[in-house]
């Protein structure tokens, strides 16, 4: 039984507010919040509280839930939800992992100047990605909880019909000891978006690359010691259509059935697969048995190493991992009784706000049969059990595709060989894949603003 089932009564949600003026439930939202306060301000004070609940705690931060006591270790920050709500009270979400392995996104509300906060109020959000409670604004501008089980699906991520925005795609160069070269997705338009580019800050030597076995759009940064921790970012309007189910040609023979380098094909995949289809008849209830067996099995958790990776045989041996994990994982099931799927990796944006930060990369997949693709949503199907049927045949006007395909190759392309997938940059330093500071925000289009 997932977590979320189990405890729904006994905890609360995160804000995920950033960027606008926020304020918990019966507290007005106020023009006079302290100008002094910034983000940074903020994220010292909340990890300075569980530095020294943990010291106090013998190396554990410790918090009462459902009867027992959590013993956690921070994980992150989430600084892109950090809020300073008004004079003097701020708001703060942080990720917390038990020994055994299972996350827990906390809220923290403090209170006082900086480096002089104190925290007024502690409560859980999310356990290994699945919420607990949402969060609805009145007319007062004030929040009010609302229990999981009666949130519209507009709170709980879901915009349907259409969306526009901006989205803002920011990567900070490391010190770069030497020559480099840089590779980021950039949205190209089809059936379900459009796409403007509004600007593009980048260093001079640049081009825009063509992958042409699934269409992406490439941009191509060559880079030196003189671009260390200079900023590139690129702005884009977009225009985003809800997908639902749509006829397509069908693939070619073999197409989106071939295995990749981290969707492998083998014996065990196809055992999973062909007991989960048993005596099923058609594609269609095939592949949702396959969906409804991805939830059952795995758990949303980013925690330790290994997931992340879109590493199909991973997600099949720990039965954890991210959206990357658990599409990998359907993929590789569907292929194995030759029902054909693919890969894309983009943002989601929230549906909750109208501008703000957004919490990195999220990806999905598609499956063909009777001359249609069906989109499909795991990872969100499984955080929140009452969309698991909206996620099965449809993906929300509220996101951004930034590029489709696994096992990308470029010319020129890194010398560390086809691109696994590519939703944040890969930067190489002398050769060497090196990690890349990444920020994604948005404002929405003030005609659809909510």
């Keep these: 039984m997932k977590l979320q089932r189990a405890a729904l009564a006994a905890v609360v949600v995160c804000i995920l507010l950033a960027g606008c003026n926020t304020s918990r439930d019966g507290d007005r939202n106020t023009s006079d919040s302290a100008p002094n306060v910034v983000t940074a301000d903020i994220q010292k004070g909340i990890e300075k509280h569980i530095d020294e609940q943990s010291r106090l705690g013998g190396g554990y931060f410790r918090i009462g839930f459902g009867g027992k006591e959590l013993r956690l270790k921070l994980v992150r920050v989430h600084t892109e939800y950090l809020s300073n709500l008004g004079p003097r009270r701020h708001f703060a979400c942080v990720d917390l992992a038990s020994r055994g392995g299972d996350v827990y996104d906390v809220d923290f509300f ?59 795609y920011r990567a900070t160069l490391p010190k770069l000891t030497d ?42 940064l060559t880079l030196g010691p003189q671009d260390s921790g200079k900023t590139v970012e690129l702005r884009y309007q977009i225009r ?54 991805v939830i059952d099995r795995m758990r949303y958790m980013k925690f330790g190493s290994g997931w992340g990776k879109g590493d199909a045989v991973y997600a099949c041996d720990a039965r954890t991992g991210n959206c990357t994990d658990f599409h990998s994982y359907f993929i590789a099931l569907c292929r194995s009784v030759d029902i054909p799927a693919r890969f894309a990796i983009g943002a989601a944006i929230p549906s909750e706000r109208n501008e703000g930060g957004i919490d990195g990369y999220h990806c999905w997949a598609e499956f063909y049969t009777d001359g249609r693709w069906w989109p499909v949503d795991i990872s969100e199907g499984d955080k929140c059990s009452s969309l698991s049927f909206y996620y099965f045949g449809h993906h929300p006007a509220n996101r951004v595709e930034l590029s489709r395909g696994r096992d990308l190759v470029l010319e020129p392309g890194p010398d560390s060989g086809p691109i696994n997938f590519l939703g944040y940059p890969l930067l190489e330093i002398g050769g060497k894949p090196t990690r890349v500071k990444v920020e994604f925000s948005f404002v929405r289009d003030p005609s659809r603003k909510r």
């Design 110 to 168: 403090l209170a006082g100047d900086p480096g002089a906060m104190t925290v007024t109020e502690t409560t859980v959000h999310k356990i290994n990605g699945q919420p607990l409670y949402a969060w609805k604004q009145k007319r007062d501008k004030t929040w009010h909880r609302v229990p999981v089980e009666n949130a519209s699906p507009e709170l709980l991520g879901v915009i349907k019909d259409s969306d526009e925005f901006e989205f803002i």
């Design 179 to 220: 020559n480099a070269r840089m590779w980021i997705p950039m949205p190209t338009s089809d059936s379900f978006q459009k796409v403007a580019v509004k600007s593009i800050k980048a260093p001079r030597r640049r081009e825009v690359l063509q992958e042409r076995k699934y269409g992406n759009s490439v941009l191509f």
């Design 240 to 293: 985003r259509l809800e997908k639902g189910v749509y006829e397509s040609q069908a693939p070619g023979r073999g197409q989106y059935l071939e295995p990749e380098r981290l969707v492998p094909a083998n014996e065990q995949f196809r055992s999973i697969a062909q007991k989960v289809v048993e005596g099923k008849k058609g594609d269609l209830v095939r592949a949702r048995a396959l969906y409804d067996h």
